[in-house]
């Protein structure tokens, strides 16, 4: 397998992929609605709430994806025996961390 940076994919099922892309369009609608919000002068605090909850649901969309990463890219590997995914999963955890 090649691994320079454009080759790089995971693939997925459609049923992962579709829900994925429900929650991104989700998150997507959202910023729309808090850009409404602004055009229309709304209250500070309730722009607050929504950018809050946009980033509840990232959160949870990251917390999800990093799961099955884990489950599934991370595992194949340290079980063929190669750390390199195990190492770049540590480093993203680390700068996540700062």
Same mark, same amino acid.
């Given at each position: 397998m090649n691994n320079c940076e454009c080759c790089r994919q995971t693939e997925r099922c459609n049923e992962? %992929?579709?829900k994925m892309i429900t929650h991104?369009?989700?998150a997507e609608?959202?910023?729309r609605g808090?850009? %409404?919000?602004?055009?229309?002068d709304r209250? $500070?605090?309730?722009?607050?709430?929504?950018?809050s909850a946009i980033q509840a649901s990232l959160q949870s969309f990251?917390?999800?994806l990093l799961e099955r990463h884990?489950?599934? $890219?991370?595992?194949?590997d340290v079980k063929d025996g190669k750390?390199?995914?195990l190492d770049e999963l540590c480093n993203m955890l680390k700068n996540l961390m700062r």
């Amino acid at each position: 397998m090649n691994n320079c940076e454009c080759c790089r994919q995971t693939e997925r099922c459609n049923e992962e %992929k579709k829900k994925m892309i429900t929650h991104l369009k989700k998150a997507e609608g959202q910023v729309r609605g808090i850009e %409404k919000m602004v055009e229309e002068d709304r209250y $500070c605090i309730d722009i607050i709430n929504q950018v809050s909850a946009i980033q509840a649901s990232l959160q949870s969309f990251s917390r999800t994806l990093l799961e099955r990463h884990i489950q599934t $890219c991370v595992l194949t590997d340290v079980k063929d025996g190669k750390t390199e995914k195990l190492d770049e999963l540590c480093n993203m955890l680390k700068n996540l961390m700062r």
